[in-house]
């Protein structure tokens, strides 16, 4: 299957998707405490049209951000290019990869695929499914929550490791 990638810890491939990363602490961003509550309903932040407009770019998802246990929202607004690597999409599918230290969620305009999207596990890579036929032009809002873990005695950072866009090809014939 053919299939190409654009890395949006790359600044050029970032230009091609006309994406800049946002990050701001807490599970609920501003909110005192982080926004930890007990019996919680959720972030918005979770959600595409939240106002991120206060929330620093990330020019480095890779950079550590720790104190204890800490949660930590990434997101990206993104238009998907008419071609990658020369390539057009038509026949394409779009996933979104990932790896978050430690712990992760992903949600893709908003929703969050319980079986891929949710916390898979210690450092545990995950890839989501965008866009099963993307066209050029479709925009797309990426909310990743990370968690600093273990919770129970946390220890390092939370970060992300890598975050791709991979663009497969489906043949004729498969």
């Not at 990206?76 to 990869?97: D, H, K, M, Q, Y």
């Given at each position: 299957?053919?299939?190409?990638?654009?890395?949006?810890?790359n600044?050029?491939?970032?230009?091609?998707?006309?994406?800049?990363?946002?990050?701001?602490?807490?599970?609920?961003?501003?909110?005192?405490?982080?926004?930890?509550?007990?019996?919680?309903?959720?972030?918005?932040?979770?959600?595409p049209?939240?106002?991120d407009?206060?929330?620093?770019?990330?020019?480095?998802?890779?950079?550590w951000?720790?104190h204890?246990?800490?949660f930590?929202?990434?997101?990206?607004?993104?238009?998907?290019?008419?071609?990658?690597?020369?390539?057009?999409?038509?026949?394409?599918?779009?996933i979104?990869?990932?790896?978050?230290?430690?712990?992760?969620?992903?949600?893709?305009?908003?929703?969050?695929?319980?079986?891929?999207?949710?916390?898979?596990?210690?450092?545990?890579?995950?890839?989501?499914?965008?866009?099963?036929?993307?066209?050029?032009?479709?925009e797309?809002?990426?909310?990743?929550?990370?968690?600093?873990?273990?919770?129970?005695?946390?220890?390092?950072?939370?970060?992300?490791?890598?975050?791709?866009?991979?663009?497969?090809?489906?043949?004729?014939?498969?």
């Amino acid at each position: 299957m053919p299939r190409a990638i654009l890395d949006l810890g790359n600044p050029n491939d970032l230009e091609q998707v006309n994406g800049v990363w946002k990050f701001a602490p807490g599970l609920v961003p501003g909110e005192p405490n982080e926004g930890l509550i007990a019996q919680s309903e959720g972030s918005a932040a979770r959600l595409p049209d939240y106002d991120d407009s206060g929330w620093d770019k990330c020019h480095d998802l890779t950079k550590w951000y720790s104190h204890g246990v800490a949660f930590a929202w990434y997101r990206i607004r993104f238009t998907l290019p008419a071609a990658v690597n020369g390539r057009s999409l038509s026949g394409s599918r779009c996933i979104f990869e990932t790896c978050v230290d430690d712990y992760g969620e992903i949600w893709i305009d908003g929703d969050c695929n319980r079986d891929r999207g949710a916390v898979q596990g210690f450092n545990v890579p995950q890839r989501v499914v965008i866009d099963s036929e993307p066209s050029p032009g479709d925009e797309h809002t990426v909310a990743i929550l990370g968690v600093n873990g273990p919770i129970g005695a946390p220890g390092g950072a939370v970060f992300v490791r890598y975050a791709t866009l991979a663009f497969e090809w489906r043949e004729p014939g498969y």
